[in-house]
């Protein structure tokens, strides 16, 4: 199985990613963790294409989470199975950062780079907000079902997430 996970900052792709990919057998890969060294410093986009591209090589199961559309996104929706997209509420996703800032403040979580230790700022609570969320990426999500259809499921509350999960097999609640 072949999953691409896509949506909102703070929608639990990571942590579906590694249920998912626990449930398949799968490799994992934290698209996060690719395109940020220690200290927060983001790699040239080159060399995260060069990782991306050799993980999907040498993997014939995958799960990859993180949307980065200019590292591999066409070849990641091509040889993807499902394609799921979680797009929950803003103030859900905002819940969801704080917690998750709270739980793992001044440490890397297992989703990152090491190196870079949980933060909270206004510029990210603004991106999880408004920014990470616009009408366009909405749009450009939605048009993913259009290219690729049969493989986009697009998940907007835990109830959908709950049956999506139920549907594969693997109702336990997260």
């Not at 990613?17 to 986009?45: C, I, T």
């Not at 929706?77 to 394609?83: G, N, P, S, T």
Request: a positive charge; charged letters at 30%.
């Amino acid at each position: 199985m072949r999953v691409v996970l896509i949506g909102t900052s703070g929608s639990g792709k990571s942590t579906l990613a590694q249920r998912l990919g626990k449930l398949y057998g799968a490799a994992v890969l934290h698209l996060d963790a690719v395109h940020f060294l220690p200290g927060w410093v983001e790699r040239p986009v080159e060399e995260e294409r060069e990782i991306v591209g050799r993980f999907l090589d040498e993997h014939d199961s995958w799960v990859i989470d993180g949307s980065y559309g200019d590292v591999c996104f066409e070849r990641r929706l091509e040889e993807a199975d499902r394609i799921l997209v979680l797009w929950f509420n803003r103030f859900v996703c905002l819940r969801r950062v704080v917690s998750r800032w709270l739980r793992n403040r001044g440490r890397s979580r297992d989703s990152m780079a090491e190196g870079c230790e949980e933060k909270m700022d206004a510029g990210f609570v603004w991106w999880v907000l408004h920014e990470g969320r616009t009408a366009s990426k909405h749009k450009a999500f939605l048009g993913i079902g259009e290219r690729y259809p049969g493989k986009l499921v697009w998940i907007g509350n835990r109830r959908q997430l709950d049956a999506y999960l139920a549907s594969i097999g693997d109702g336990a609640t997260q």
